[in-house]
Nanobody, 121 residues
Framework: QVQLVESGGGLVQSGGSLRLSCVASRIIYRMYGMGWYRQAPGQQRESVAVITSGGSTNYADSVKGRFTISRDNAKNTLYLEMNSLKPEDTAVYSC???????????????WGQGTQVTVSS
């Protein structure tokens, strides 16, 4: 199987920046849609940004113009560049990937464990 491992979270002041990474633990046969979700305490999980295999992106209105999602298929890695961070961006950020581990395996979604992002005012 495969694991998705996030990194790059931490504590930052309001207006600061962070770059999250999400790496697959092994070589992947094919990666389809990928994205980032976040969940703040007491709130429902929400989609932050998604990217298709062709590179098309979509963002939550709350992060448009501040966050940028990208992917490096050769490195099996997903990124989220976060700028102009606000206290309301504080949450656990998790990545997901719709992928096929090998040519004979089923296509399915995989999720990372999450990384904490805390923005102080």
């Amino acid at each position: 199987q495969v694991q998705l491992v996030e990194s790059g979270g931490g504590l930052v002041q309001s207006g600061g920046s962070l770059r999250l990474s999400c790496v697959a633990s092994r070589i992947i046969y094919r990666m389809y849609g990928m994205g980032w979700y976040r969940q703040a305490p007491g709130q429902q999980r929400e989609s932050v940004a998604v990217i298709t295999s062709g590179g098309s992106t979509n963002y939550a209105d709350s992060v448009k113009g501040r966050f940028t999602i990208s992917r490096d298929n050769a490195k099996n890695t997903l990124y989220l560049e976060m700028n102009s961070l606000k206290p309301e961006d504080t949450a656990v950020y998790s990545c997901y990937a719709d992928l096929q581990v090998s040519s004979w395996s089923d296509r399915r979604d995989y999720w990372g464990q999450g990384t904490q992002v805390t923005v102080s005012s």
